[in-house]
């Protein structure tokens, strides 16, 4: 959702909620981050109260994922379990703050094993340094995570985002534990079908980033059997949350 430092934030809010509808996507699994990075506990702990706001706004449309800065270990375990078990939200987002390797965020990880709720992690694999994100986490390092701790609930997100998503595939053929987002805005063909083939169908989480259209498109123009394309929109992200989503 959107970080209410934007003067349209309510109006942006809802227009994504009306796309949604429209494209035929019944809950969103939502967060908000800080528009500076690294996140203060200050600024996570609001983009968090946001998100349990407009789960109330879109009751039943919007499923919440806590975003925190591992950093501040402390404040950071004691969002999560405030979000998860007083606010229902349903997962742990990590942005770029920290690699997925570094062992500050090892608490974290094992408070979501506790807690059996996924983290999703943000993550690329670029063939250059990318200043803005100097820490960015990439498909080896989360298989290195999931080696580390099979029993977690890793996805990497935004396959679709950007870098190089052959090399991301291929990092997680053996990472069995890591779940794969489709999302992102680069509409390159053949993105699902690799994944598929390489990963598995089962291993497939459909997502959007915000990019909506092309998210749903590539889904639908996927050269995969209707119940395969079932599993990715909707049956695996279920069969992850084990009845969290209602």
């Known amino acids: ?3 209410r430092s934007r003067a349209t934030w309510e109006k942006d809010d809802q227009d994504l909620i009306d796309v949604a509808e429209k494209l035929g996507i019944d809950q969103l699994c939502c ?3 800080t528009p500076r990075r690294p996140a203060t506990v200050a600024g996570f702990q609001e983009c968090n109260r946001w998100v349990a706001e407009g789960i109330q706004r879109f009751r039943g449309q ?3 994922y806590c975003y925190v800065n591992p950093g501040y270990q402390r404040e950071a375990l004691e969002e ?5 078990e007083e606010r229902g939200f349903i997962g742990i987002k990590l942005y770029n703050e920290y ?3 570094d062992p500050v965020v090892f608490p974290i990880v094992e408070l979501a094993i506790k807690l059996d709720v996924p983290i999703l992690h943000h993550a690329g694999h670029s063939h250059y340094f990318v200043e803005e ?3 960015i986490s990439d498909g080896g390092m989360l298989a290195e995570l999931g080696r580390r701790y099979p029993e977690a609930k890793l996805i990497c997100a935004h396959i679709c985002g950007g870098g190089d998503w052959e090399w991301t595939i291929k990092a997680l ?3 069995r534990s890591v779940y794969l987002d489709s999302s992102g805005s680069v509409p390159d063909e053949g993105v699902v079908e690799m994944a598929a083939q390489v990963l598995g169908v089962d291993r497939l989480l459909f997502g959007c980033d915000m990019s909506m259209t092309a998210s749903v498109g590539r889904i639908r123009a996927a050269n995969l059997s209707a119940p395969a394309k079932e599993q990715i929109l909707g049956g695996n992200m279920r069969k992850l949350l084990r009845g969290r989503a209602s």
């Open 99 to 101: 690699r997925c390797t």
């Open 173 to 175: 053929r053996h990472a």
């Open 31 to 33: 967060s908000v981050l």
């Open 1 to 3: 959702m959107h970080h």
């Open 133 to 135: 994100q100097p820490h």
């Open 62 to 64: 919007v499923l919440g």
């Open 80 to 84: 999560i379990k405030r979000c998860v």
